[in-house]
């Protein structure tokens, strides 16, 4: 694809530059939503263009896997997109087991089930956080060649966070069963859901912290977005109410803020 050309039509659809930064705290969703409607329909064929070999290279990598009905296809959530795509590719029914399935307008017509629920939504809001903590300690995959995935150069930092994450998670599963071989592991879906939702609404303020140390991809090669977003700095400069805004985990905010010197900054928050 053209640069130069991609580049002159991004100014057209109404962005400043290439890098124009679309906030999520920002309350001009449509004039953004129009803005990327005419930018997508001025490179249509550019984009068609690029993704045929794509999309040949996804269906080779999928024949290599001898996917066959009712196979189990694993995610964390939340309505079923990839599968429903991967099916429709394919002509192959999955089986979908998620984390959570959220209740949409739009169902997508796909066999899938969540964990801690089908269509409660209790994790709704919840997305930064839930793909930080089950993200795999790589980069997401951007195509394929001879069959292998090639993967997103990730940033390090978030590397080594995610590794130490999972690496901490299998140290301790293997310690706790060497310590209790004769104990039954099983656990009632209801607790589990009971956890779940108080460490996402009430978290303690060490848990709190957790999201000030694990920077979480919004989709740019160079911004890495902090959980929390509690951001000292920013909050001195009397910018706490974005900081807030920005924030994807607002529970965990609020415990920080609250246990912090700007602890009385909280009521411009009501």
């Known amino acids: 694809?053209?640069?130069?050309?991609?580049?002159?039509?991004?100014?057209?659809?109404?962005?400043?530059?290439?890098?124009?930064?679309?906030?999520?705290?920002?309350?001009?969703?449509?004039?953004?939503?129009?803005?990327?409607?005419?930018?997508?329909?001025?490179?249509?064929?550019?984009?068609?263009?690029?993704?045929?070999?794509?999309?040949?290279?996804?269906?080779?990598?999928?024949?290599?896997?001898?996917?066959?009905?009712?196979?189990?296809?694993?995610?964390?959530?939340?309505?079923?997109?990839?599968?429903?795509?991967?099916?429709?590719?394919?002509?192959?029914?999955?089986?979908?087991?998620?984390?959570?399935?959220?209740?949409?307008?739009?169902q997508l017509d796909c066999k899938k089930e969540g964990f801690i629920s089908s269509g409660e939504n209790l994790t709704y809001g919840y997305g930064g956080l839930l793909e930080t903590i089950f993200s795999a300690p790589h980069g997401g995959v951007i195509g394929y060649n001879s069959c292998e995935p090639l993967l997103f150069q990730d940033s390090d930092t978030r590397i080594t966070i995610l590794n130490k994450i999972h690496n901490g998670i299998i140290e301790f599963c293997v310690k706790w069963h060497r310590l209790n071989k004769n104990v039954n592991l099983d656990m009632d879906k209801e607790i589990i859901k009971t956890m779940v939702m108080r460490f996402l609404k009430e978290p303690s303020l060490e848990e709190a912290k957790y999201g000030l140390e694990i920077p979480f991809d919004n989709g740019s090669e160079e911004a890495l977005e902090n959980i929390t977003w509690f951001n000292e700095s920013r909050i001195k400069n009397g910018r706490i109410l974005e900081c807030y805004n920005r924030s994807y985990w607002k529970e965990a905010f609020m415990q920080i803020l609250n246990n912090s010197q700007y602890a009385g900054l909280s009521k411009f928050l009501n």
């Open 1 to 106: 694809m053209d640069s130069q050309k991609v580049f002159s039509k991004i100014l057209k659809s109404g962005f400043e530059s290439d890098k124009d930064n679309i906030e999520p705290f920002k309350f001009n969703g449509q004039e953004i939503h129009e803005k990327i409607q005419s930018l997508l329909l001025s490179i249509e064929p550019e984009i068609y263009d690029n993704c045929l070999p794509k999309k040949q290279e996804l269906l080779n990598y999928i024949e290599s896997l001898n996917i066959k009905n009712n196979d189990v296809f694993c995610d964390i959530g939340y309505n079923g997109s990839i599968q429903y795509c991967v099916e429709l590719l394919t002509g192959i029914k999955l089986d979908g087991k998620y984390f959570e399935v959220y209740k949409r307008n739009i």
